[in-house]
């Protein structure tokens, strides 16, 4: 492959993103990052997953003289990311310390003689002498950071290597940078902006909202049931992430989901890296495979139609949950961030948190973010203006896609009962859990009660009022409130603190919320078809299933990813606009010249068998 350079300088942005990557208009912000780019300036960019951060390196390293340079932290998403650009047509290669010395050899001699467009890079690389000094040697387009958060030291995602990357401005200052990055929070950002010298870089900040997950939280009451019901109600036969706290579970429920019949993998840290990235790659490269996985899996997942992100167990904070949620959904098609949530989850986390031997501020921010989420889980109005909020971002109206906007939530006046609950909780001495406690309220005479002597307490059978099931939802949100604390013995008893004070002389209103509990199944068709832009079933299902067919051998063929030959978005498109020509063919969103050329007639013949 020869470099598209001398062609594609001549081109505007628009011409190239039409050109090589088959889209009709820019989004965003995309067109101002890159017009900064080409004016040979520095550009911080905060776009969210699925956003289309790499178009914002991607074109301008095309356009302008030289080589773009791409640091990127993790091989497979370089892998695949290159391979799709070659398909498009792109002069690009990737060094990291998968070739063998030959294939590095031959990628530098192309290097030099200027015949690449791009170039990925894993950042240790980058920072040895003999990188270095090819750098010097050849005209650079750009560099871009990617992942650039990873030069947070406080992140999950902390690489040291990155916090080298302060020498491109000092080795190369005529170069502009670019670094990208999908994590939201201020003291990330002023980080990455201290640690790689970008002061005077243009900061480009795009709404963190991703309009096409829905979001719901529903009451817990049997997971793996409720699972199994969302996934064969709604997204049969889709790929799907299942996030568990811990290893056992994840093997736990893979292997259920597979007695149910769905393909599910594991992945966690206790596995050996092999099986690790096999499950990877299948996940990946599969159509419709689930994977059940702890928060070890996902960065650097680039697959764009995850269609769903369930959770069995409650993230520590809300930067995790928008994180993870996040890997649903890329290609900007419908999807859903699900998850179950219940008293123990509550429980757990307090006890986890009191148990903690961080040091003291650290643990005050967790707490802080554990209410936040904790929070986030109770509220009754639209859920994304609340997460949103949290980032700081105010959204003016509701979104009508979160269970909250689509089935809205009542909230009754439980000052009385939040009373009865915590005076119970007094009278029986603080060292009950809320089964007993429940117990007591419902003025049930159990061995253990009479034991106690807790039969004749004055709290003792005052609360008939409400069912058990109503009991719990009061206790798990004056737990989740903070209004009644969990010991950290693993026994769950509670206590009261400050807090409970003003609850228990009854000068506080309290308001609870009341949960909906699902009983039936939802009607098939009717969450089938939102899950598609394009509806794919019923009488068009055949052609739907050809198309995906020819897909799925075409990438086999050539070793990568069926959404690195053509989207869902695209293969729906043509059946929408059914293109008979190579003309029409070439209309259709995601066909660029090199893809038309390499797969127009594998597809149109099919589309013309119909
Ligand atoms: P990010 O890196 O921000 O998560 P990507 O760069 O992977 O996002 O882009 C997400 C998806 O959106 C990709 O499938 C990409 O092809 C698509 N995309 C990006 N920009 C456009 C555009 N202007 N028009 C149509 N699709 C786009
Ligand atoms: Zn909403």
């Known amino acids: 492959m020869t470099g598209n350079c001398a062609v594609l300088q001549q081109q505007t942005p628009l011409q190239v993103l039409k050109e ?9 912000e995309q067109e101002a990052i890159i017009n900064q780019l080409l004016a040979g300036h520095d550009a911080m960019v905060l ?15 095309l356009i302008r003289l030289g080589t773009g340079i791409v640091l990127s932290p993790l091989i497979a998403l370089m892998q695949d990311q290159v391979a799709a650009l070659k398909i498009q047509g792109v002069a690009v290669e990737f060094l990291n310390s998968s070739l063998s010395f030959p294939e590095v050899q031959d990628i530098e001699a192309r290097l030099l003689r200027g015949e690449l467009d791009m170039l990925y890079v894993a950042p240790e690389r980058l920072c040895q002498e003999r990188m270095l000094s090819l ?29 080298q990357l302060s020498l491109l401005h000092e080795q190369f200052p005529d170069v502009p940078r670019i670094a990208l990055t999908a994590t939201a929070d201020k003291s990330t950002r002023n980080e990455i902006i201290q640690r790689l010298d970008l002061v ?7 709404s963190f909202d991703r309009p096409n997950i829905r979001y719901r939280i529903t009451q817990k009451n049997n997971a793996r049931k409720q699972l199994l019901n969302f996934i064969t109600t709604e997204h049969a036969s889709d790929a799907g992430i299942v996030y568990c706290l ?34 990877q790659d299948q996940f990946i490269r599969g159509d419709g495979v689930v994977i059940v996985a702890t928060v070890a899996f996902g960065m650097g997942i680039d697959k764009p139609d995850v269609r769903y992100v369930a959770h069995l167990d409650l993230p520590k904070s809300l930067e995790s949950y928008y994180q993870e949620t996040g890997r649903a959904g890329r290609d900007g098609l419908p999807a859903d961030a699900w998850m179950v949530y219940g008293l123990q989850d509550v429980i757990m986390l307090r006890q986890m948190l009191a148990g903690s031997e961080a040091e003291e501020h650290i643990k ?55 009373r009865k609950a915590l005076s119970c909780v007094f009278r029986t001495g603080q060292r009950f859990g809320v089964s007993y406690l429940i117990d007591v309220l419902r003025g049930k005479r159990t061995s253990r009660i009479e034991q106690f002597l807790h039969d004749q307490v004055s709290t003792f059978s005052i609360g008939q009022e409400l069912s058990e099931v ?53 009607k098939k068709s009717g969450n089938r078809k939102r899950n598609r832009e394009y509806d794919t079933s019923g009488a068009n299902q055949p052609l739907w299933d050809a198309l995906r067919a020819r897909r799925t051998e075409l990438a086999q063929e050539q070793g990568v990813p069926a959404y690195i030959i053509f989207h869902d978005a695209t293969l729906m498109e043509m059946m929408e606009y059914h293109p008979k020509t190579l003309h029409e063919f070439a209309q259709i969103n995601g066909v660029g010249a090199s893809k038309l050329e390499k797969y127009a007639d594998d597809f149109l013949e099919v589309l013309n068998s119909f």
């Open 20 to 28: 090589v990557f088959g889209y009709s208009d820019f989004r965003d």
């Open 47 to 61: 776009m969210p997953t699925g956003g289309g951060k790499s178009l914002c390196f991607q074109i301008p390293s």
């Open 135 to 163: 750098l010097h040697q050849i005209d650079i387009a750009l560099f871009a950071i990617d992942e650039a958060h990873c030069v947070s030291q406080w992140g999950h995602d902390f690489r040291p290597e990155y916090i």
């Open 200 to 206: 005077n870089a243009r900061l480009f900040i795009s």
């Open 246 to 279: 811990s290893r056992k579970k994840v093997d736990e429920t893979a292997r259920w989901l597979n007695d149910q019949g769905i393909e599910a993998l594991p992945y966690h840290a206790g596995l050996s890296a092999q099986v690790r990235k096999q499950h």
């Open 364 to 418: 005050r921010l967790e707490q802080r973010k554990l209410e936040a989420m904790l929070g986030f889980c109770e509220v009754i109005s639209c859920r994304r203006r609340s997460l949103l909020g949290y980032f700081g971002e105010q959204q003016e109206d509701d979104c009508g896609n979160c269970d909250n906007c689509l089935e809205p939530v009542e909230s009754w006046e439980g000052t009385t009962e939040a």
């Open 470 to 522: 109503q009991w719990r939802s009061v206790f798990r949100q004056l737990i989740a409130r903070g209004l009644v604390a969990v010991d950290m013995e693993g026994f769950g008893s509670l206590r009261l603190t400050e807090e409970s004070r003003p609850v228990l002389r009854g000068e506080e209103q309290i308001y609870f919320r009341k949960d909906i509990i699902h009983k039936t199944e939802r």
